[in-house]
């Protein structure tokens, strides 16, 4: 079974320093992987997808993450934080091929300081 | 570009009674999956309709079931409700085989369970 681990519940960083969000994920072969952004009381969006080739994805906002097969990892990176980044950020892992059913870390919630 | 919209943004039940939310998907798209977000927590897969069937089903009981039209909206059942029913149930579309099946999030429907 695939499962999302996101080991960083609540992440607070100043305006203007770099943030990375972990994420690792359990699944039995090369999995798709996103990120997605939660504003309070609003649904998902999407930042970025991994599928395949280059293990390095830029997304949107100015977010990039990095897949590592070893490491099981896809590291959500943002060189400068900006106070609007403030959010719950989730990582998910969805199976290739068929109907798809994407599963969903438990979330972390960023607090932008000034 | 009509993005995934869901109906109503807030509903209010007692225990015992039945709930329908509702969805339609993005414009182009024909899969339609259902998610449930208690507070706290990330979005638990509900199932997945295509063609009007449901195609995966996640580890909720028979008191919630769906329906999938012929213009590919969706609705989502709950029989019986329960206090822990209580949350954001968002729904997501995509383009089976398309686009790599990434999944589109509506703003969700807030259901509270009194």
């Known amino acids: 079974a695939q499962s999302v681990t996101q080991p960083d519940i609540h992440i607070t960083v100043s305006e203007g320093a770099s943030l990375e969000l972990r994420c690792n994920y359990s699944?039995?072969?090369?999995?798709?992987l996103f990120w997605y952004v939660q504003s309070p009381g609003q649904g998902l969006q999407l930042l970025l997808k991994?599928?395949?080739?280059?293990?390095l994805v830029q997304g949107i906002k100015g977010f990039e993450a990095e897949f590592k097969r070893s490491q099981s990892s896809f590291n959500l990176r943002k060189p400068s934080v900006h106070w609007s980044d403030a959010a719950e950020y989730f990582c998910?892992?969805?199976?290739?091929?068929?109907?798809?059913?994407?599963?969903f870390g438990i979330g972390t919630k960023l607090q932008v300081i000034p | 570009d009509a993005g995934v919209t869901q109906s109503p943004t807030h509903l209010i039940k007692t225990r015992g009674q039945q709930v329908t939310l509702r969805c339609s998907p993005k414009?182009?798209?024909?899969?339609v999956s259902w998610y449930q977000q208690a507070l706290g927590q990330g979005p638990q897969f509900i199932f997945q309709?295509?063609?009007?069937?449901?195609?995966q089903r996640g580890n909720f009981p028979d008191r919630f079931s769906g329906h999938q039209f012929p213009n590919y909206s969706s609705e989502l059942n709950v029989n019986a409700l329960l206090l822990g029913d209580s949350a954001l149930y968002l729904c997501?579309?995509?383009?089976?085989?398309?686009?790599?099946?990434?999944?589109?999030f509506g703003p969700g429907t807030r259901l509270t369970v009194l």
């Open positions: 997501a579309s995509s383009l089976y085989g398309g686009d790599t099946d990434t999944q589109y």
């Open positions: 699944y039995g072969a090369t999995p798709y």
């Open positions: 414009s182009g798209h024909d899969t």
């Open positions: 991994y599928f395949s080739g280059d293990t």
């Open positions: 309709y295509y063609e009007e069937e449901e195609r």
């Open positions: 998910a892992v969805g199976a290739r091929g068929g109907y798809q059913k994407v599963t």
